[in-house]
Nanobody
Framework: QVQLVESGGGLVQAGGSLRLSCTTS????????IGWFRQATGKEREFVAS????????DYADSVKGRFTIDRDNFRNIVDLQMDSLKPEDTALYYC???????????????WGQGTQVTVSS
């Protein structure tokens, strides 16, 4: 079992930055791909970014490319999502997820955190 905990959410003005963190207890992150997803009110949960087990391969949704950066530190069992140039449309509940299957869909990730709220004001 992998238990994930997100932190770092909050309220920020448009154009600002936030850094989200995803940590785990128990099994090490190094065995899992990690993804970030988000769900805005009234919308379906969507993919944001993912990072491979070693950190050598990353993927981003088109909507966040050039603004968000995902990285990981397997020694500290932490994955961060640096979010810059935030827009009101980035407002959502952000989840981190862990999985061992290929692909960027939600079905590739088997363990999920509870989420952290990000609100971007205009």
């Amino acid at each position: 079992q992998v238990q994930l905990v997100e932190s770092g959410g909050g309220l920020v003005q448009a154009g600002g930055s936030l850094r989200l963190s995803c940590t785990t207890s128990g099994r090490t992150f190094a065995n899992y791909r990690i993804g970030w997803f988000r769900q805005a009110t009234g919308k379906e949960r969507e993919f944001v970014a993912s990072i491979s087990r070693s950190g050598g391969m990353v993927d981003y949704a088109d909507s966040v490319k050039g603004r968000f950066t995902i990285d990981r530190d397997n020694f500290r069992n932490i994955v961060d999502l640096q979010m810059d140039s935030l827009k009101p449309e980035d407002t959502a509940l952000y989840y981190c997820a862990a999985g061992q299957s290929p692909g960027l869909g939600q079905s590739a990730f088997h363990y999920w955190g509870q989420g952290t709220q990000v609100t971007v004001s205009s």
